[in-house]
Every structure is written in structure tokens, then in C-alpha cells.
């Protein structure tokens, strides 16, 4: 069964949410505090990670941090607050998703399923074990190479260190290079969702990859954005190196 690690320090909320995404049969797993969580993802890590962002001890935003150091896996941030910098701080240093307490079940729900859908299915071009000949599992960029089956990307030999959501993006955006992908067909693809002309984690993630891959915010050449239009992955600038 998929397991959920759920980190709440309010019991009568854990208990709700716990109990209705047991209801769905997920084995669900709950801490009241972060004091744990380190090791307990190093040693079992979850499917993945609903994660209270106001905890006693270390809060949420921390925790997410020192968990990108080596897990990978979604972390869904759960709050009482409605705040645009506490979200975009989220998706900065690396969660998957930001979802307010007052958000009804059944949309967490399909939420943390598209989550789950995400990490666990190849992205596109990938290819298994015996699948046909001719799709790809590998892109090479120059000083850039990119390894679907392993989930890996390397830049001037060294390991980029890319959550989930920050490999499956770089796949897409690279497996399209050329071409301009929109923020609508980015969050379809990537997290099963429509854009609503407001959700901003498109955007922090591209910059989040730009930093990573030494782009220029002020004037990316690598992942240029398209005004009004979306994103493009350059096809020379990386021989040019």
C-alpha cells in the first residue's frame, strides 16, 4: 500500500485527515513533531510527505530544507496560512506542493494523487527495461546530460541534486528543447492540474533549475522565457560552453 507520512502537531486535525486518506487506503503514518522525521525518512522513507509548515522544534520550511539535502521524493507543505511569501519560500527550497488546512479533503486528496502519479511514473521519452527500441532514456546537451531511467542529471560532470518535481520539469522542458511549453501545459503535464492564471510554482521551479544550471536570471539564455507564452529550452547555448 502507499504510504503517507504525515507530520501535524494538532491532533484533532491529524486524526481527520489521517482517517479519510485511510479511508482511501493509504497507510498513513503520523508524527506530532519534526524531531524524528530525518531519520525516520532516511531509514523508511514514505511515498510521501505531508508536512505542517507551523511545528514545535524545527518548523516545516526547515525540515523540507534539510530534507532536499538527500530525499526526493513529494513533500506536500500544509498550512493555516494563506501567505504568498511563505509559499513561494516553499517552492524555493523545495516542496512539491502548498496546500492551506482549509482545503476540502477531497481536493488534498487528488492533490497528493497527482503527486504520487508524478513520482511514480517515468517521465516522457523514458524508457523501461525492454520497452521498443528508439525512445529515449538519456538527453545530452553539451555539458548537460540527462538520465531518465536513473533520474539523474548531471552539468560539467558534477550532479545537479534535483527533487521530483525539479527532474521531472528539466525532463520536459529538455525533451520539447525548441519548442515553447506554457505554464498551462507545464502544470497539466507535471502536477495534473489546470493553471489559474495565479499559481506562481512554474516560475519558482524554472528559476530554482536556472540557479543550478548557471543561468542568467536577468537574461537566461538556457531557459528563456517566452513573454506571455511560456518557456523554452535552447538547443545550442550548451556546446557554446
Given at each position: ?32 513533531d519534526g524531531s524524528q522525521l530525518l531519520d525516520s525518512v532516511r531509514d523508511n522513507p514514505p511515498d510521501l510527505l505531508l508536512l505542517d509548515i507551523m511545528l514545535p522544534g524545527k518548523d516545516g520550511l526547515t525540515l523540507c530544507r534539510e530534507l ?59 524508457q523501461a527495461a525492454g520497452s521498443p527500441a528508439g525512445e529515449r532514456t538519456t538527453l545530452n546537451f553539451g555539458k548537460l546530460q540527462i538520465d531518465a531511467r536513473n533520474r539523474t542529471a548531471t552539468y560539467h560532470g558534477e550532479p545537479l541534486g ?80
Amino acid at each position: 500500500m502507499t504510504r503517507i507520512l504525515f507530520v501535524e502537531d494538532d491532533p484533532e486535525l491529524s486524526e481527520l485527515i489521517s482517517g479519510f486518506l485511510r479511508s482511501f487506503e493509504f497507510t498513513v503514518d503520523v508524527q506530532a513533531d519534526g524531531s524524528q522525521l530525518l531519520d525516520s525518512v532516511r531509514d523508511n522513507p514514505p511515498d510521501l510527505l505531508l508536512l505542517d509548515i507551523m511545528l514545535p522544534g524545527k518548523d516545516g520550511l526547515t525540515l523540507c530544507r534539510e530534507l532536499r539535502e538527500f530525499w526526493g521524493g513529494p513533500i506536500v507543505l500544509l498550512t493555516s496560512l494563506n501567505s504568498d511569501m511563505n509559499q513561494i519560500l516553499g517552492f524555493e527550497i523545495g516542496a512539491t506542493d502548498y496546500v492551506v488546512k482549509t482545503t476540502p479533503p477531497s481536493v488534498l486528496l487528488a492533490r497528493i494523487r497527482a503527486h504520487l502519479r508524478s513520482a511514480s511514473t517515468q517521465p516522457v521519452g523514458a524508457q523501461a527495461a525492454g520497452s521498443p527500441a528508439g525512445e529515449r532514456t538519456t538527453l545530452n546537451f553539451g555539458k548537460l546530460q540527462i538520465d531518465a531511467r536513473n533520474r539523474t542529471a548531471t552539468y560539467h560532470g558534477e550532479p545537479l541534486g534535483l527533487s521530483t518535481g525539479d527532474f521531472d520539469l528539466l525532463w520536459e522542458l529538455a525533451s520539447h528543447a525548441g519548442d515553447i511549453l506554457s505554464r498551462d501545459h507545464l502544470l497539466k503535464e507535471l502536477r495534473g492540474i489546470e493553471y489559474d492564471g495565479l499559481d506562481r510554482s512554474i516560475d519558482v521551479a524554472v528559476s530554482r533549475l536556472r540557479k543550478k544550471l548557471d543561468d542568467d536570471p536577468n537574461e537566461p539564455r538556457k531557459i528563456k522565457t517566452i513573454r506571455h507564452k511560456g518557456y523554452l529550452f535552447a538547443t545550442d547555448i550548451w556546446w557554446q560552453e
